[in-house]
């Protein structure tokens, strides 16, 4: 496995022609830039924009004669987000064409023929105890105004793996939910399965984190690390990809203060995760030990550049899916990482709250004749535990009797829902007390006083069941 990912330094063929250059090159993460020239290693300025977005998953390497390259090496591409290098490329290279471990020429074209790493990304690399969206803990689907529980567990594999007292990731460069589906995607990476637990695959990992950005390390001083702090809820409330998740730190802000003076105070993790440990020095005179990632060292979302202070470390999203392998089955919870105040005007996000959601169904007499169970289907996705969407025979209630049946859900308040019930499937779907089809029935989670929510329905009639049909 470890030969499929990029190497902690990046290095790209600095004379290729333009148009192979643009489908190894991206939008995210500059790279230190070498080449060798007639056998002898070039530096090629460290500056320079090149950048790698992940689409060749091992370093690329060339070997340049007067002015041309002549070997190249790529262990495997990914086709669904190599930019049109793909297997397809394999036949332009012809039988008799050369192929450098990655790349072959016709003529003055170059053409990919790495193979693909579809196999090395659908190894399971760990599991979850539960489903670990992207979204976070006060709804936003991309995770940027909140502390998320991937942001918790990618943030955790940094600091952990490297032992520093702190962990820094830009919301942005997290891009998908982190445990697999439970409705099989067959394009996708992940085996079909029944949760629990959740399985986690490289290639799910990769897709939360596909712009082959690598660790870094370096020391900063108090100062320095409040001014991260306060680039990472300086828009706020407005969404950007600087906000940050964060590990073996808590902090609180002020939303209603001047942008670059609103973290009010910051303190360690407690061993057991929870935000009552010392006090953190904010000032010049302390120092600390962090891990970020390469693009937010460079600058990247607003961040102070650090270029010329950092260790490089190994690809980012090969140390989460260690991480996630060492310690499987992971546990994530929110724990108070990232807290806001508000002292008027400017509201802060509000964390929704979990409501636990009974149905109980009251069904046809004949019902337990059929032998079939009875099923819930419909935007069942909305609510927590990845459930599938309008699966007719996906989600199944329990048996209370002969007449009635239930199941407990979770889901976060103000969660709106359309569903029916089935008899297992949509032959024998729910019907009305003349057998004609009925609308969606719908349903908006409410907390109330207790957190918990009780829906009793009641089934008239199943398609083709009697009277319904035969």
Not at 30 to 37: I, L, P
Request: with cysteine; charged share 15%; hydrophobic share 40%.
């Amino acid at each position: 496995m470890n030969g499929i990912w990029l190497s902690g330094l990046a290095t790209i063929l600095v004379a290729l022609p333009s148009t192979l250059f643009a489908q190894v090159a991206g939008d995210v993460g500059t790279f230190e830039c070498r080449a060798v020239q007639n056998d002898a290693q070039l530096a090629v300025d460290a500056g320079a924009p090149f950048r790698n977005k992940g689409a060749l998953m091992k370093t690329v390497t060339g070997v340049v004669n007067a002015g041309q390259v002549t070997e190249s090496c790529a262990d495997c591409i990914i086709p669904q987000f190599a930019k049109g290098v793909g297997a397809t490329d394999q036949a332009k290279c012809g039988p008799d064409a050369v192929c450098g471990d990655g790349i072959c020429t016709v003529g003055e074209a170059w053409y990919s023929c790495a193979r693909d790493c579809s196999a090395e990304l659908g190894q399971v690399a760990g599991a979850s105890t539960r489903f670990i969206p992207r979204a976070d803990a006060c709804g936003n689907a991309a995770g940027r105004t909140c502390e998320s529980l991937e942001g918790n567990v990618v943030s955790d594999a940094l600091r952990l793996t490297y032992g520093v007292d702190f962990a820094i990731q830009n919301a942005g460069g997290l891009r998908a939910d982190l445990t697999c589906p439970t409705t099989d995607v067959p394009s996708d990476f992940c085996p079909p399965y029944t949760p629990p637990p959740y399985p986690i695959t490289n290639g799910a990992v990769f897709a939360v984190l596909p712009f082959g950005n690598v660790v870094v390390t370096l020391t900063v001083n108090g100062a320095e690390l409040k001014t991260m702090l306060e680039n990472a809820v300086s828009s706020m409330p407005t969404v950007q990809g600087r906000f940050a998740q964060v590990s073996g730190l808590c902090f609180t802000y002020e939303i209603t203060a001047v942008a670059g003076s609103r973290v009010t105070s910051a303190v360690r993790q407690a061993a057991n995760g929870s935000c009552t440990g010392a006090a953190i020095d904010l000032s010049s005179g302390a120092t600390y030990d962090i891990a970020i990632n390469d693009f937010m060292a460079m600058g990247g979302d607003g961040y102070p550049n650090f270029s010329g202070r950092y260790t490089t470390r190994d690809n980012e999203a090969k140390v989460v899916a260690d991480y996630i392998g060492a310690h499987s089955p992971i546990s994530p919870a929110i724990q108070g990482r990232v807290s806001c105040t508000s002292s008027g005007g400017t509201a802060c996000p509000v964390e929704l709250r979990t409501v636990t959601l009974t149905f109980n169904a009251s069904v046809p007499a004949s019902t337990d004749g059929t032998g079939r169970s009875v099923f819930i289907a419909g935007f069942l996705d909305r609510l927590d535990g990845n459930l599938p969407q309008w699966d007719p025979s996906g989600v199944a209630l329990t048996r209370v009797d002969a007449t009635h049946w239930s199941i407990t859900l979770t889901g976060k308040e103000g969660t709106q829902l359309e569903y029916k019930y089935t008899n297992d499937g949509w032959n024998f779907v729910e019907k009305d007390g003349t057998c004609a089809e009925i609308a969606n029935r719908q349903l908006t989670l409410s907390y109330g006083a207790t957190g918990t929510q009780l829906v009793n329905d009641s089934v008239a009639n199943w398609r083709n069941v009697v009277p319904c049909g035969p």
